[in-house]
Structure formats: C-alpha cells, structure tokens
C-alpha cells in the first residue's frame, strides 16, 4: 500500500482565493510526523510545514495550515489568499519515528495560481 | 539562498562509473540528509546523518554510500551507475536529527548518465 497518496494531480485556483491540497497517508506507528514541501519551476525545494502525530492542535505557518485528520488519517495543506507565487509542485512527506525514521513521499500536485 | 550548498551543479557522466556529490551545511545545522528526484520513482529518501553518524536509511542502493566528515560536510558517492541513476540528488539540513525542525535544502546536484 502507498504510504503517502496524493490525488490530485494538478490543481487550478483563483489569485486571492483560499486552496487545499489533499494528501492521505498510512502508517502503523503512533509515532510519525508529517512534512509539505514547494518545489517552483525553478527546481529548488522549500520546507512549508511540520505536523506531528501527537501534535494536539493544526500547524500553521503564515498563509499555510495543514488540516490534521487523525481519524481519516489525512493531512491536507491549505493556503489562504493564494499568489501568483505559490504556482509549483507541492509534495506531502511523512516520516515514521518508531519504523526506521524513514521519509516517504507523494507524488506531488502541480498547483497554478490564475491572475 | 538557503545556506546549504551542492557541488557540482551537473554533472555527466557515462555508465559504469562513479561520482561524489557534496554537500556543505547550514552554519550550525548537524543533520545532512540525501533525497534523489526522477521521473520514475519521484522524490525518494537515502540516508540521514547527524554529527557525524547515521541515524536513517532510505531506499539507498548498495552501490550508493555517504558519510558525514567531521566538519559536517557530507558526500554522496554513486559507484557503478546506471541509466536510471539520472536523478536531481538534493540535500538538506537542520540543526537537530528528529524532524520537527525545519529542513533547508541546497539547489541539487543534476545527474545525468550516458
């Protein structure tokens, strides 16, 4: 089974207006973190935000909240007010803490920010 | 710029080879980890290291080691390369070895074999 599953290919969403992209995961271990990263057309990858499995409230930083669903087991990145800039492929990652602290990645949804 | 730097920038190479990638560091950062990015298998992990020892392994191939030198440089070696070794090899660090701090990646190393 996929560790790190991201639906949505690509993504399309109005300058100003609020995004959420979906990643679900699946993990045995109680003990896990969860990662988003932004890699722009330039190629550079860039760390967004940090979930942790015994985190009791959502992690924000500045415009990006990552919606924690322990239950459902998913951890969808939501950016407000999005810009021009936020136009890049955006990859979900978790990382088992108690299994070998390996990453694992999802495949990425290219989000395009129209004007 | 993040701090973290990546030498080379590309490189080419033919099959049946071996490179060393490197990677210096944030000021301060004590973990080094090792991502490769291709078109078939995405973004993977390979290796973590954490002042000079290692503290998690990827999917890293035999013919792939890495270390972590004393100055907290580290280096990426590919022996005997293959076709499907042609991969963007990224870098980060930060300063702790568990997660939860924040990872700033250097600009890549591309790889490309012949």
């Known amino acids: 089974a996929q560790k790190i599953t991201q639906t949505q290919p690509g993504m399309f969403v109005q300058e100003k207006e609020a995004v959420t992209l979906d990643c679900t995961y699946d993990t045995s271990d109680p003990s896990y973190g969860l990662f988003w990263y932004k890699q722009p057309s330039s190629g550079e990858m860039i760390f967004l935000i940090y979930?942790?499995?015994?985190?009791?409230q959502n992690a924000t930083e500045g415009r990006y909240s990552l919606n924690f669903q322990k239950a459902r087991k998913s951890a969808n990145l939501v950016i407000s007010a999005s810009q021009l800039g936020d136009s890049a492929m955006y990859f979900c990652a978790m990382r088992e803490f108690n299994t070998g602290n390996q990453f694992y990645f999802g495949t990425g949804t290219s989000l395009t920010v129209i004007p | 710029d993040s701090g973290v730097t990546q030498t080379p920038k590309h490189l080419i190479t033919a099959t049946g080879q071996r490179v060393t990638l490197r990677c210096s560091p944030r000021?301060?950062?004590?973990?080094v980890y090792w991502y490769q990015q291709s078109l078939d298998q995405g973004l993977q992990f390979l290796i973590q290291y954490y002042n000079g020892e290692e503290r998690a392994k990827g999917n890293i191939l035999e013919r792939f080691s890495a270390q972590q030198f004393p100055d907290l440089h580290s280096e990426l070696n590919l022996s005997s390369l293959e076709l499907g070794d042609s991969a963007l090899y990224f870098c980060?660090?930060?300063?702790?070895?568990?997660?939860?701090?924040?990872?700033?990646f250097g600009p890549g190393t591309r790889l490309t074999v012949l």
């Open positions: 980060a660090s930060s300063v702790g070895w568990v997660t939860y701090n924040e990872q700033f």
């Open positions: 979930q942790g499995s015994y985190d009791q």
């Open positions: 000021s301060g950062d004590l973990s």
